[in-house]
């Protein structure tokens, strides 16, 4: 950094990752740029979000730098579990990723065969207690997934697919575990009656067919048109 007194480093700068301001903001004594030319400074990076970002720099006396010679940094998640591992064909299978660098992350970054998750409020789903404190997905369908008449599971193979995170500019999405799509876990509806109703009136309707209860700690969604 050229051009700044080193005495009023800490009152007039400002760097920040991503939209996040870098702490304890000052000069790095023991570095040197060689040439004599200019100051080393060094921060401490707060917690951020998971993914590629741009280092800006503000000095509040001379203004910001030149943004097109910035570096850039990247965030990576660590994660400790993805939980459950398996799941539906269909898709919608609630996962929870814990770990730390998933702040501000969204379900719609959150890839699973390289398809985006939903948000599980989209279907009607909340967060458990066992699940605080992470990042609730539902699953999209399993690639190529196409189910034409009724389900067969038997039709059906198990189909492994990558859970990563999508990043900007052109990263590759950072891989963080693998999803297995399982025959044996996809809920099918063999029929539903009655079929026919009054769209003025309300109406009970009774479906069969398997893995409709889940796991009995929540109750299915279910939906019409």
């Known amino acids: 950094v050229d051009g700044i007194e080193a005495a ?34 060094a921060c401490r990076v707060a917690p951020g979000t998971v993914g590629t970002h741009n280092v800006t720099f503000l000095s509040r006396s001379q203004g910001a730098a030149d943004p097109g010679l910035a570096p850039r940094v990247r965030y990576q ?23 730390d660098g998933l702040r501000a992350v969204n379900c719609s970054t959150v890839l699973v065969g390289g ?57 590759p999405p950072e891989t963080l575990g693998v999803f297995a799509y399982e025959p044996s876990r996809t809920p099918s509806v063999r029929t539903m009656s009655p079929t026919d109703a009054s769209a003025a009136m309300s109406l009970t309707v009774t479906l069969e067919g398997a893995l409709l209860v889940g796991d009995g700690v929540e109750s299915p969604v279910i939906s019409i048109g």
Do not use: W
């Open 77 to 99: 998640a660590t994660i400790d579990s993805i939980s459950p591992s398996k799941g539906s064909l269909a898709g919608g299978t609630p996962i929870v990723i814990k770990g």
């Open 115 to 171: 398809s985006p998750c939903t948000d599980p409020e989209s279907a009607g789903l909340v967060n458990r207690p066992e699940q605080a404190g992470g990042l609730m997905c539902l699953t999209p369908p399993a690639p190529g997934f196409v189910v034409a008449g009724d389900f067969d599971a038997g039709a059906h193979q198990q189909t492994l697919a990558n859970i990563s995170l999508a990043e900007s500019y052109g990263e």
């Open 8 to 41: 009023s480093i800490e009152e007039d700068v400002v760097i920040r990752i991503g939209g996040t301001d870098c702490i304890d903001v000052g000069v790095d004594k023991n570095a040197s740029l060689g040439d004599g030319a200019g100051i080393v400074l």
